[in-house]
């Protein structure tokens, strides 16, 4: 029997070419195309191993698990743990329910022969290729791959809804802007009680190069208002340009405590969603010591009254 490695490898390439691409798509991730080909190059170069017996411990488990890891990386490559598997995860169903086609379409163009136990015979009784697979078996992994991938898929349309909240932020104060994704939280309340002043929530890790490493700390660990009392010293008042932007808010946190978020009066907040620019003076900007968003989708909590 004669195979040609060069058609096998392009046709691999082209596989993992449009299995990436579908996995794009399903996570809502614009593709770069020349990244994907890399990836597909990489999946395809996988194949051409079974060729070789000295690399035939290549095809393990967690062999195969690390080569789709990389593809991954190489394709779309990696921000977040969450994100990172979401992806991997949605490359699995995409496969999975390929593979469950591809094999339902094969047997069904079998019509004129008899399939017994996973082996296809001639209408003449000779065996012509075996599967080594039962149906019942078929059946488990092609319901198994339609669960997986409506458990991917509901994970999508869930970031799908969340991204018509997502909105471009601008904050400017002086001459520094800093700029990020905000997601518009209608279920934020948050005000200054002394002056009825919307605050707009933001990683503080945004601002590291102006607030100093010691008053990042006492964010995280919850004590702002410690950060006040620094604020007496010289040297903190040469360390920080922006001392009289300085505000403390209160809020409550989850556990149902009073604490005090830092916060800075910026120039302006500028909001930028569907091509439309809207600039917000009246605002706070509140810094929290975490990551807002497990994937890194957003790094701002976007009050609703910026946005009317």
């Known amino acids: 029997m004669v195979v040609y490695v060069d058609i096998?490898?392009?046709t691999n390439f082209v596989l993992d070419f449009g299995l990436l691409l579908a996995t794009a798509h399903v996570r809502k991730i614009k593709p770069n195309l020349w990244r994907v080909g890399f990836a597909s190059l990489i999946g395809a170069s996988y194949v051409i191993m079974m060729f070789i017996p000295a690399l035939s411990f290549f095809y393990t488990f967690v062999v195969k698990c690390l080569f789709s890891a990389a593809m991954i990386m190489t394709a779309f490559g990696y921000k977040t743990l969450g994100r990172?598997?979401?992806?991997?995860?949605?490359f699995y169903g995409v496969n999975f329910a390929a593979a469950g086609?591809?094999?339902?379409?094969h047997y069904v163009t079998r019509s004129p022969n008899d399939i017994v136990n996973g082996i296809v015979f001639s209408q003449t009784g000779g065996a012509m290729h075996t599967l080594g697979i039962s149906m019942w078996f078929v059946l488990f992994m092609a319901v198994l791959g339609i669960l997986w991938?409506?458990?991917?898929?509901?994970?999508?349309?869930?970031?799908e809804?969340?991204?018509?909240?997502?909105?471009?932020v601008e904050v400017t104060i002086d001459e520094t802007t800093i700029r990020c994704q905000g997601l518009i939280d209608t279920g934020n309340h948050l005000y200054d009680p002394l002056t009825r002043t919307p605050v707009m929530v933001m990683e503080a890790s945004l601002w590291g190069r102006f607030v100093p490493e010691e008053?990042?700390?006492?964010?995280?660990?919850?004590?702002?208002d410690a950060i006040i009392l620094r604020l007496d010293e010289e040297g903190e008042r040469e360390t920080f340009p922006w001392r009289d932007r300085i505000r403390l808010v209160p809020y409550r946190g989850i556990n149902g405590r009073s604490r005090f978020?830092?916060?800075l009066k910026p120039d302006t907040v500028t909001i930028i969603r569907s091509g439309t620019r809207t600039e917000v003076d009246k605002v706070l900007i509140g810094l929290d010591g975490g990551q807002l968003s497990s994937e890194g989708a957003y790094q701002a909590i976007v009050h609703p009254a910026l946005v009317g």
């Open 8 to 10: 096998v490898f392009l």
């Open 161 to 168: 809804t969340k991204a018509q909240f997502l909105t471009e």
């Open 149 to 159: 991938f409506r458990f991917v898929h509901s994970g999508a349309k869930r970031r």
């Open 101 to 105: 086609t591809i094999l339902g379409i």
């Open 84 to 90: 990172f598997g979401g992806t991997l995860a949605a």
């Open 215 to 224: 008053w990042l700390e006492a964010i995280r660990s919850g004590e702002a």
């Open 261 to 263: 978020m830092l916060a």
